[in-house]
Antibody
Framework: QVQVVESGGGVVQPGKSLRLSCAAS????????MNWVRQAPGKGLEWVAI????????YYADSVKGRFTISRDNSNNALFLQMNSLRAEDTALYYC???????????WGQGTLVTVSS | DIQMTQSPSTLSASVGDRVTITCRAS??????LAWYQQKPGKAPKLLIS???SLESGVPSRFSGSGSGTEFTLTISSLQPDDFATYYC??????????FGQGTTVEVK
């Protein structure tokens, strides 16, 4: 089955860390750039980070730069997001999304919820 | 950074209506624009890429047009399954991707 499945979300205190994972299956993971996109409760979509198909380049939204790190393991078809120094405003549903042939995000997971609260 | 502005924010329509949503970019993005549909509690779904290229499996009542800074998503005859929120996204800037704020199509 062609899909991506996120995991690792939960409730965490401000200032703490969390690591999200995204497991890919049914397609050649190493051929695709991958992204994290988040959606705060009741709000719109916010792009968070992107990693090239081979991991050679990574880019971040200004809101997370210096705190979040995107990485991937092509041998295990996995994408990660290491989130440090978490803030209340990082509370959101985090989606893993694949870059398709035309450059848009053609496959999304169901998301994993991160809640930053004391 | 490139800002994406959608209008309207909310659109009230009836089944069978022709619906048009506009997305404006703060600078030219050529044709690097995508449209997504999101229903409550669900992940976004890609409808259109490269401004006008319909994704496989997406009904032909959906169409996209535009280039540069102004783009439109049109639903030629609104169906019950189309009540949802729609987002545009630019991917011209390969350092910072960005979404519009969304347009909710609701029942009139």
């Amino acid at each position: 089955q062609v899909q991506v499945v996120e995991s690792g979300g939960g409730v965490v205190q401000p200032g703490k860390s969390l690591r999200l994972s995204c497991a890919a299956s049914g397609f050649t993971f190493s051929n695709h750039g991958m992204n994290w996109v988040r959606q705060a409760p009741g709000k719109g979509l916010e792009w968070v980070a992107i990693i090239w198909f081979d991991g050679s380049q990574k880019y971040y939204a200004d809101s997370v730069k210096g705190r979040f790190t995107i990485s991937r393991d092509n041998s295990n078809n996995a994408l990660f997001l290491q989130m440090n120094s978490l803030r209340a405003e990082d509370t959101a549903l985090y989606y893993c999304a694949r870059i398709g042939q035309n450059g848009a995000f053609d496959m999304w997971g169901q998301g994993t919820l991160v809640t930053v609260s004391s | 950074d490139i800002q994406m502005t959608q209008s309207p924010s909310t659109l009230s329509a009836s089944v069978g209506d022709r619906v048009t949503i506009t997305c404006r970019a703060s600078q030219s993005i050529r044709s690097w624009l995508a449209w997504y549909q999101q229903k409550p509690g669900k992940a976004p779904k890609l409808l259109i890429s490269k401004a006008s290229s319909l994704e496989s499996g997406v009904p032909s009542r959906f169409s996209g047009s535009g280039s540069g800074t102004e783009f439109t998503l049109t639903i030629s005859s609104l169906q019950p399954d189309d009540f949802a929120t729609y987002y545009c996204q630019q991917y011209n800037s390969f350092l910072k991707w960005s979404f519009g704020q969304g347009t909710t199509v609701e029942v009139k």
